[in-house]
């Protein structure tokens, strides 16, 4: 009996946390054993919360998936102050994993930052860890988990700061998210071994029938032949994208005339959102938090993490959707503002993608570098993903998009007169392995970056990948240089397009450890950020030993990525399995027959990856063999080959050549040279690819593999030693 009052307890309070109405109800798994303390309380200035990090389970699309959540709500509670006030925050961990919350936007003390080991230590299991920082602004933010991939899984809220003398005017809170079925972490395994699974299920595979169905033969094949692989906009397929938790969510409360304040978070993981309304233009009044003098837009991109305060009117005693569209339009997710009948937004068409691959490979050069053909481009003022719009090819309808050149500050945001240091970041990536990193190098990779107290900071940033970076400073608001003198407005998250340059600056006034990285969850974990490190800081507590908790924020990039593929055929099984980071990796494969003329052959390379674009892979390995022959066989330089019985260590080189050919050169022990070329997953069709080898050992392979699921394929192959074959083929 005792023990159900207190589950009772518990869920009146995590219903009570409910930031507001339309937040997804929830089957907990996991719920503390003691009564919880109370959410909210007040005592003169001081504004005390107590957050509930659980495991739950959440069914957004009719099946159970693992997921978590604070106080039992996805997204988490919002959290509510007033400019002057002192926050205090107790996160207790009832997890069996360490955790984390960052403040995303917030001018706090470093120490309460919540990167864990580097700013912050981690919440350990069963822990409570306590923050308090003076609330010294006011705007839209958000909090979440800087943990592992704890974001995606569900950690995350709405954070509202109000005015000292807050106008009185309706609003509601927005946030949004995305929402995969799949486990986060196999989502940044699959993007590392770059899985297709993803485009085939968004219909944007681009394959080579597609594209002499659409007439871009010519245009898939120069794609290829700059070793491209398909033209996307975004890494990952999601099942849901979720406003305050929901596919749709209605906020009837409003009636005709009433001019609704939005406050728009993009708390997705890695989704940008095209914001488009119904009933009025989008009147942006504010932006990361602060205020921007007034515009006026048909439609908006938010970028993820980035925050804006948006003005609507509900123009008659109707619902109008307020629709959020993913950029890579495949799903989209509305609030209806107002009650009665709906009156929808005419949704976003499908992108052309051919289109878009046309202009890349325009603009991108055979080393891999971008070519911008003579335009500066800057605050988002030429989306290159335009000519794949219909919506502005097709049509003569004219459509005002939001820039950063728009924005204007209501006040002069000058830095003060100081000494001034300048950093150039270029933006770097290869898609192919899904390396993303800032001078081609992790942070792993490079030092922090001293910087000193008084002085100003002014970033170049410049994009030479074909994906957006949303670029998020910690602790500080910087001026985006956009045009407008004295009145930049100041943000704390730039997001940068493929080929652009862009210029920010902020002034040095904090102590200690700063990260600056892309808010894209896959991209950050990748490695795609630095660190800034104020000179002569004083120890952080939080972090009593500095060096440990650095090699904890290089594991991160650092992480070893496995990938499987298993053949089980008619003739046998071929297959490898490769574990690889950014920069090395262990590859071994294998061929075994059904006999001992089939014979079998096991192969293993170990090396790194060379270059930007890591086009090269010297490597050392070995290679045993065996097959029964009744005569001796001699490759294409009249060597006998050994075949029947090899035992050999190598040395060699891959090299990918254009239309993504992969070329090997190797010489083993026993003096003999091998020269192989192949090709693996050539996309014929959305389901269907081609894979073939040669080399000059006089061994060839070619065979076919149709996609079923992500981990299923059927497959036929045909072996120069083992024959034809048919059968399944194991992806992991």
């Known amino acids: 009996m005792k023990t159900r009052l207190l589950l009772l307890l518990n869920l009146l309070f995590s219903f009570a946390s409910f930031s507001q109405a339309g937040n997804m109800s929830m089957e907990m798994e996991d719920i503390a054993d003691t009564a919880r303390l109370q959410f909210y309380s007040k005592t003169g200035h001081r504004v005390i919360y107590h957050l509930y990090i659980t495991d739950t389970t959440v069914s957004y699309t ?164 700059k070793r491209m692989t398909a033209m996307d906009v975004s890494d990952v397929y999601y099942d849901r994208f979720l406003s305050n938790g929901k596919a749709e969510n209605q906020a009837p409360q409003f009636k005709a005339g009433d001019q609704v304040k939005l406050r728009i978070i993009n708390g997705s993981s890695s989704t940008y959102f095209w914001i488009q309304y119904a009933g009025s233009k989008l009147s942006v009044i504010a932006n990361d938090g602060k205020d921007v003098e007034p515009v006026q837009v048909d439609r908006m991109i938010i970028g993820v993490s980035e925050t804006y305060d948006v003005m609507v009117t509900v123009p008659e005693n109707k619902s109008f959707e307020f629709l959020a569209t993913s950029e890579d339009r495949t799903k989209s997710t509305s609030l209806w503002l107002g009650s009665g009948v709906k009156v929808s937004q005419e949704p976003m068409p499908r992108l052309k993608y051919f289109e878009g691959m046309k202009m890349m490979n325009g603009m991108m050069k055979m080393n891999g570098d971008m070519n911008d053909m003579g335009m500066k481009m800057s605050l988002q003022q030429m989306d290159m993903n335009t000519v794949m719009y219909p919506e502005i090819n097709d049509s003569a309808k004219a459509i005002t998009t939001l820039s950063y050149a728009m924005l204007r500050s209501p006040v002069k945001t000058v830095l003060p007169d100081s000494p001034e240091r300048e950093f150039h970041f270029d933006l770097t990536g290869n898609m192919n392995r899904y390396v993303w990193t800032i001078g081609n190098k992790t942070v792993s990779e490079t030092d922090k970056i001293i910087i000193r107290k008084g002085e100003n900071i002014k970033i170049i940033l410049y994009n030479g990948t074909m994906m957006r970076h949303p670029m998020h400073l910690h602790g500080h ?256």
């Open 62 to 225: 009719g099946k159970k998936r693992k997921a978590l959540a604070i106080n039992g709500s996805i997204p988490a509670p919002t959290l509510t102050f007033t400019e002057g006030d002192t926050a205090e925050i107790y996160v207790h961990n009832t997890m069996m994993m360490e955790t984390s919350i960052h403040w995303h936007g917030i001018i706090l003390p470093n120490q309460y930052d919540g990167v864990s080991y580097l700013t912050t230590r981690p919440v350990k299991m069963g822990e409570t860890h306590y923050y308090t920082f003076p609330v010294v602004q006011n705007g839209t933010y958000w909090y979440h988990s800087h943990t592992m991939m704890q974001q995606q899984s569900g950690l995350y809220g709405a954070i509202i700061i109000h005015k000292k003398e807050e106008p009185s005017i309706k609003e509601y809170t927005l946030l949004l998210s995305d929402w995969t079925n799949e486990n986060p972490d196999q989502v940044d395994r699959s993007l590392h071994n770059a899985t297709d699974w993803y485009g085939i299920r968004k219909g944007s595979t681009q394959s080579y029938s597609e594209a002499i169905r659409d007439g871009h033969f010519k245009t898939k094949f120069i794609n290829e032949w």
């Open 477 to 732: 608001f910087f001026r985006v240089l956009n045009g407008q003198g004295d009145y930049s407005p100041l943000k704390s998250v730039i997001d940068i397009m493929p080929m652009e340059t862009d210029t920010l600056e902020f002034a040095a006034t904090k102590t200690g450890d700063w990260f600056f990285h892309c808010h894209i969850l896959y991209h950050m974990m990748s490695g795609m950020g630095r660190i800034f490190s104020y000179e002569n800081s004083p120890a952080n507590p939080e972090v009593p030993d500095p060096s440990a908790g650095l090699k904890k924020i290089y594991a991160d990039d650092r992480k070893i990525h496995t990938m499987a593929k298993i053949g089980l055929e008619s003739n046998g099984s071929d297959g490898e399995l490769q574990f690889a980071n950014t920069r090395f990796q262990l590859q071994t494969e294998w061929r075994i027959g059904l006999n001992s003329k089939n014979g079998y052959e096991w192969e293993s390379h170990l090396g790194r990856y060379i270059g930007k674009m890591q086009y090269w892979f010297p490597y050392i390995g070995w290679d045993i063999r065996y097959r029964k022959m009744k005569e001796p066989e001699k490759d294409i330089f009249r060597h006998i080959t050994d075949k029947d019985n090899r035992k050999s260590f190598c040395i060699g080189i891959q090299y990918t050549l254009p239309l993504l050919l992969k070329a090997d050169a190797r010489l083993d022990t026993d003096g003999k040279l091998r020269f192989q070329l192949g090709r693996e997953d050539l996309p014929v069709s959305k389901r269907l690819r081609f894979n073939f080898m040669v080399n000059t050992d006089r061994e060839w392979m070619t065979g076919f593999r149709y996609v079923l699921t992500k981990y299923f394929s059927v497959s036929s192959h045909y072996d120069s030693d083992m024959g034809v074959g048919s059968g399944i083929t194991i992806t992991y």
